[in-house]
């Protein structure tokens, strides 16, 4: 019976209650003129996009005078779930050739291995959708991107997150928390998850030993290594082999890359998972969109193919000077703490010499109101509920229980180098005068 508006009642799913929204998507609804919160592209080849874009309507206005009708409505249409082929295509021989990734040396039978997705941030929603129920158990570097935090709790993992240094995860703790999650919980760890080319958040790389030990360990144990290489094209120096390159006969590394940060926010996401997962990854991707948007796919075609080693180089070289410049004047003006020293991505890490010092109270009470914004530290641990650490001294796991407060990650992404040293000057000055 229709009640009227005032008494409908929307009972929320179990983890739409328990989850609050995330801390990012939070902040960005601030607008402030020094943002150094999300990590937001702010170098993009936008002549280049504007002469693709064009490119791409003369080709279609061609194909339309020449009466080839369905080639131009199959690039405004629904696409096969795993992607434009001419763009698995493209994209296939290019983590083939430039990153060692084991694909077939033939193109054709190379494509069928790469999924186009909505973002690769679809990807971890995917696998997680595929392999998590509540309880499983996922292993995270301690702090870990929020976004593959977000939807491992949406699935009820329990996150046990394993201590980090300024090289990243250290994959000897990785072994010994399998270990003991298989004593604690009866359970082998589903994903192991790792951004080994400049973390999200610390902005640290993964030395060549590590990640040889990580894959070795993803094998030994038959554990899935999800190898989050979202700032792969934004690598400062030539970067190191990814972990997806020792896996030959590709079982345990799940490859995710992304366009979104060199090329443009277009979602459009790829990714070389084991063949073992890729039916049901597909299956799950099928009911999140049925398809990833056709026409985003034929321009980044055009980019991948044509244009992109022309124009990357230089957007590289952009970001690491803002990094030179943030960093220089973090060490210039901020007070004493420690930081990361990125080699590539967006982020920097800061961590207060003052345990005390609580970084999500100062950006709402202090940042936020002075025009400054970053992300809180805090916002890179799992909620309690879902959280465990690995601890070292122990050598237990045991309850997340205090996430440490006193850090932050600062993005350089998204500003010009006067913008970031104007804000990085200003929030040094604010520092300082809140932890004299
Ligand atoms: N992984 C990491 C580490 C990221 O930083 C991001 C973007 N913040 C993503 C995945 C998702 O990127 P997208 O969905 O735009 O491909």
């Given at each position: 019976m229709y009640m009227g508006l005032k008494d409908v009642r929307y009972t929320l799913s179990a983890w739409t209650e328990l989850i609050p929204e995330s801390e990012i998507r939070r902040l960005l609804k601030f607008t402030v003129k020094y943002y150094f919160a999300g990590g937001k592209p702010g170098i993009l080849p936008l002549e280049t996009f504007a002469k693709i874009l064009e490119e791409v309507s003369q080709e279609q206005l061609k194909?339309?005078?020449?009466?080839?009708?369905?080639?131009?409505?199959?690039?405004?249409?629904?696409?096969?779930?795993?992607?434009?082929?001419?763009?698995?295509?493209?994209?296939?021989?290019?983590?083939?050739?430039?990153?060692?990734?084991?694909?077939?040396?033939?193109?054709?039978?190379?494509?069928?291995?790469?999924?186009?997705?909505?973002?690769?941030?679809?990807?971890?929603?995917?696998?997680?959708?595929?392999?998590?129920?509540?309880?499983?158990?996922?292993?995270?570097?301690?702090?870990?991107?929020?976004?593959?935090?977000?939807?491992?709790?949406?699935?009820?993992?329990?996150?046990?997150?394993?201590?980090?240094?300024?090289?990243?995860?250290?994959?000897?703790?990785?072994?010994?928390?399998?270990?003991?999650?298989?004593?604690?919980?009866?359970?082998?760890?589903?994903?192991?998850?790792?951004?080994?080319?400049?973390?999200?958040?610390?902005?640290?790389?993964?030395?060549?030993?590590?990640?040889?030990?990580l894959y070795e360990i993803a094998e030994e144990n038959k554990i899935l290594l999800v190898e989050d290489a979202a700032y792969r094209d934004i690598q400062f120096q030539k970067p190191l082999p990814p972990i997806k390159s020792f896996d030959k006969e590709n079982r345990w590394v799940?490859?995710?890359?992304?366009?979104?940060?060199?090329?443009?926010?277009?979602?459009?996401?790829?990714?070389?998972?084991?063949?073992?997962?890729?039916?049901?990854?597909?299956?799950?991707?099928?009911?999140?969109?049925?398809?990833?948007?056709?026409?985003?796919?034929?321009?980044?075609?055009?980019?991948?193919?044509?244009?992109?080693?022309?124009?990357?180089?230089?957007?590289?070289?952009?970001?690491?000077?803002?990094?030179?410049?943030?960093t220089k004047t973090m060490d210039e003006h901020f007070p004493e703490g420690f930081r990361t020293d990125p080699t590539g991505g967006f982020f920097v890490w800061w961590e207060s010499a003052n345990k005390t010092f609580n970084a999500s109270v100062f950006l709402e009470k202090v940042a936020i109101p002075n025009d400054v914004s970053y992300v809180p530290g805090a916002a890179f641990y799992p909620l309690p509920q879902f959280g465990y650490m690995y601890d070292p001294d122990k050598r237990e796991i045991v309850p997340l229980k205090e996430i440490p407060e006193n850090a932050m990650r600062l993005s350089y992404s998204y500003l010009p180098e006067n913008l970031i040293e104007e804000g990085i000057i200003k929030l040094g000055k604010l520092l300082s005068e809140h932890l004299r």
């Open positions: 194909l339309l005078q020449e009466k080839k009708y369905f080639e131009v409505i199959n690039q405004y249409n629904y696409e096969k779930t795993a992607g434009y082929d001419p763009l698995r295509k493209v994209v296939a021989k290019r983590l083939r050739e430039r990153d060692n990734i084991p694909l077939p040396s033939d193109d054709e039978e190379a494509k069928n291995k790469v999924i186009i997705t909505t973002g690769s941030q679809q990807s971890l929603f995917i696998l997680g959708d595929i392999l998590i129920d509540p309880g499983d158990v996922v292993i995270t570097p301690a702090p870990a991107y929020l976004g593959f935090l977000g939807p491992m709790m949406r699935f009820g993992a329990r996150i046990v997150t394993v201590p980090s240094d300024d090289k990243g995860i250290i994959p000897e703790y990785v072994e010994e928390a399998i270990k003991k999650s298989i004593e604690t919980f009866k359970r082998v760890p589903d994903i192991v998850y790792v951004i080994p080319d400049s973390d999200n958040p610390k902005g640290t790389t993964l030395p060549m030993n590590r990640r040889k030990r799940a490859y995710l890359r992304t366009t979104s940060k060199e090329a443009a926010v277009f979602r459009i996401g790829y990714c070389v998972i084991p063949d073992e997962l890729i039916d049901n990854f597909l299956k799950s991707k099928g009911y999140i969109d049925l398809t990833s948007p056709t026409i985003n796919q034929v321009i980044l075609k055009v980019y991948y193919e044509k244009y992109i080693d022309k124009v990357l180089p230089e957007t590289i070289r952009g970001y690491e000077r803002r990094c030179k410049v943030m």
